[in-house]
């Protein structure tokens, strides 16, 4: 019998694992919260594909993170927010991309019932692939040696994948925030085999930046991670697929008497033009140094004119003139 197949050009984002159309079901699919999609997470589509490289391949990821369910107080810690990780796992190579509502009725689903409702009956998976410290289904009580027993039950194989690890220890998600946190993206770069950013909609400051001589696009965080308050030199994808270079500040204005929420705010080098409402990606390439109060706009300005000359060395851009 043929196979189903999905368009190669598509990315099939399903919310549910009821009512799956047929060409989704039969995949080689990988589980996980995959959240930055990094080289470990990579390394379990790789091994889903690996394994069975006659199906298409799928993700098969929670929205929200179970972690965002169960702790909706915690402050936002996402590295790759669903439309970002979705991108990702497509340019790994999934043809389809579960996002399940994670709610009560999943974080009261038995394992038992994760595997038979959701992998067998409703998505129809023909193969898995997770991490070694894979658990799920009602307070984690699946483990990988349950997965192992449930799915060759039905018939559905397994590829268990081991840690990816370099000299400073095992790749994840955790290590990845804790690198931005501290000031490092381009660790967090390394771990992703991408530069991490954040996407949104360019939105109205104080027009003050153009006043000031620098003119910023400004962008709200969302259920992004905050990383490390400060100055970074970025590039900048905009929704015309251009990449730009720029200078950026992550904080809250300590110079402006400080903002209730932290903003990013970008300027980009030999750029002008209008970008309110548009979509841009912020991609983080260096830490440049942590956010100051200075003792007025002039000393201000002169620490941005500082800053831009700094990334733009950094970048390999023309240092230019004042
Ligand atoms: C490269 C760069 C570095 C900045 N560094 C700081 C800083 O250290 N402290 C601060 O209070 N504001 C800093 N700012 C923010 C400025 O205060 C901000 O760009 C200005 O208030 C314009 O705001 P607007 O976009 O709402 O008009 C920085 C801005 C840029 C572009
Ligand atoms: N080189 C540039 N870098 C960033 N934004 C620019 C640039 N040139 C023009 N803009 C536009 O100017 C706006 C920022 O001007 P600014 O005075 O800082 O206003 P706001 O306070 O609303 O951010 C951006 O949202 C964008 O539309």
Redesign the pocket.
């Known amino acids: 019998m043929a196979q189903p197949s999905v368009p190669e050009a598509d990315c099939l984002l399903l919310a549910d694992w009821r009512g799956v159309p047929a060409v989704a079901r039969g995949a080689a699919v990988a589980l996980g919260n995959f959240d930055g999609v990094h080289r470990g997470h990579r390394a379990v589509l790789g091994a889903a594909h690996a394994a069975r490289p006659d199906l298409p391949l799928a993700a098969l990821t929670f929205e929200p993170h179970p972690r965002e369910y169960f702790r909706p107080d915690d402050p936002p810690f996402r590295l790759t927010p669903l439309p970002a990780k979705r991108r990702a796992l497509e340019a790994a190579g999934c043809r389809i991309v579960y996002a399940l509502p994670f709610g009560p009725e999943l974080a009261a689903m038995s394992a038992e019932d994760f595997v038979e409702q959701v992998l067998h009956r409703g998505i129809g998976a023909r193969h898995l692939a997770c991490g070694a410290d894979f658990a799920f289904g009602h307070r984690r009580g699946g483990d990988i040696a349950f997965l192992a027993q449930a799915a060759e039950a039905r018939g559905i194989g397994l590829s268990v994948v081991p840690p990816v690890a370099d000299a400073e220890g095992t790749l994840s998600s955790t290590r990845i925030r804790r690198a931005l946190q501290d000031g490092y993206p381009e660790r967090a770069t390394r771990d992703l085999g991408r530069a991490w950013e954040i996407a949104g909609e360019?939105?109205?400051?104080?027009?003050?930046?153009?006043?000031?001589g620098?003119?910023?696009?400004?962008l709200w965080l969302g259920r992004h991670l905050e990383p490390a308050r400060g100055v970074y030199a970025v590039t900048v994808a905009l929704p015309e697929g251009r990449e730009v270079k720029?200078v950026a500040n992550i904080g809250r204005r300590p110079t402006l008497g400080g903002d209730p929420q932290t903003r990013l705010?970008?300027?980009?080098?030999?750029?002008?033009?209008?970008?309110?409402g548009q979509e841009i990606r912020v991609r983080l390439v260096n830490f440049l140094r942590a956010d100051a109060t200075f003792a007025g706009l002039e000393e201000l300005k002169a620490a941005i004119a500082q800053d831009a000359e700094d990334a733009r060395r950094v970048l390999g851009l023309e240092a230019r003139g004042p």
């Open positions: 360019v939105v109205h400051g104080d027009k003050l930046g153009r006043v000031l620098w003119p910023t696009a400004n720029g705010e970008v300027h980009l080098f030999d750029f002008s033009g209008d970008l309110y």
